[in-house]
């Protein structure tokens, strides 16, 4: 009887669950312009696409997303190609209004050593993304910070921070 109750439960909440998971409908394209944080030089500008995945939970207050960027890091060595791909969760209770979001994905760097001493190990890293901003409808405008790693897969293992605006427009 416990374990039948159990059940109902489950399959209740799996049915609630369920019933508030819609398909997010908007891309976008967006453009970004930063500053390097560690090293402490460089600026960054990039560009990309975010597509919609088809979750979104909480009545659409949370929705999913795909970004791929592409971006230039001014390093004390030269320029670094970075290219990113990024799972994104983005919580915003409004249709317009604030918002949150969170993404953690990979990233590819054209070279390793940014400055004299400073060496991410390898071309291949974690990156991770948190962010909020204000969304006016087919725009927004949002300030990030991201960080990307090897995880200590590889030694050294110095990472990068930035902080970035990023402008986005929905197709």
Same mark, same amino acid.
């Given at each position: 009887?416990?374990?039948?109750?159990?059940?109902?439960?489950?399959?209740?909440?799996?049915?609630?669950?369920?019933?508030?998971?819609?398909?997010?409908?908007?891309?976008?394209?967006?453009?970004?312009?930063?500053?390097?944080?560690?090293?402490?030089?460089?600026?960054? #500008? *990039?560009?990309?696409?975010? =597509? @919609?995945?088809?979750?979104?939970?909480?009545?659409?207050?949370?929705?999913?997303? !795909?970004? &791929?960027?592409?971006?230039?890091?001014?390093?004390?060595?030269?320029?670094?190609?970075?290219?990113?791909?990024?799972?994104?969760?983005?919580?915003?209770?409004?249709?317009?209004?604030?918002?949150?979001?969170?993404?953690?994905?990979?990233?590819?760097?054209?070279?390793?050593?940014?400055?004299?001493?400073?060496? #991410? *190990?390898?071309?291949?890293? =974690? @990156?991770?993304?948190?962010?909020?901003?204000?969304?006016?409808?087919?725009?927004? !405008?949002? &300030?990030?910070?991201?960080?990307?790693?090897?995880?200590?897969?590889?030694?050294?293992?110095?990472?990068?921070?930035?902080?970035?605006?990023?402008?986005?427009?929905?197709?």
């Amino acid at each position: 009887m416990i374990v039948d109750d159990m059940k109902k439960k489950i399959i209740a909440g799996v049915l609630v669950l369920a019933s508030s998971v819609t398909v997010a409908q908007a891309h976008e394209f967006f453009v970004l312009a930063g500053q390097m944080l560690n090293p402490s030089s460089g600026t960054v #500008l *990039g560009a990309g696409v975010g =597509f @919609a995945l088809p979750w979104s939970f909480a009545d659409g207050r949370a929705q999913t997303r !795909l970004d &791929l960027s592409l971006a230039n890091v001014d390093a004390r060595r030269g320029n670094v190609v970075q290219l990113a791909a990024l799972p994104v969760l983005r919580y915003q209770p409004q249709a317009v209004g604030f918002f949150a979001e969170f993404g953690l994905g990979a990233a590819y760097v054209s070279k390793t050593h940014w400055t004299r001493r400073h060496d #991410l *190990g390898s071309r291949l890293h =974690f @990156a991770s993304r948190l962010g909020g901003g204000y969304d006016f409808g087919a725009y927004a !405008l949002s &300030l990030n910070v991201s960080h990307i790693s090897n995880a200590g897969l590889k030694q050294p293992n110095d990472g990068a921070d930035m902080v970035d605006l990023r402008l986005s427009r929905a197709f």
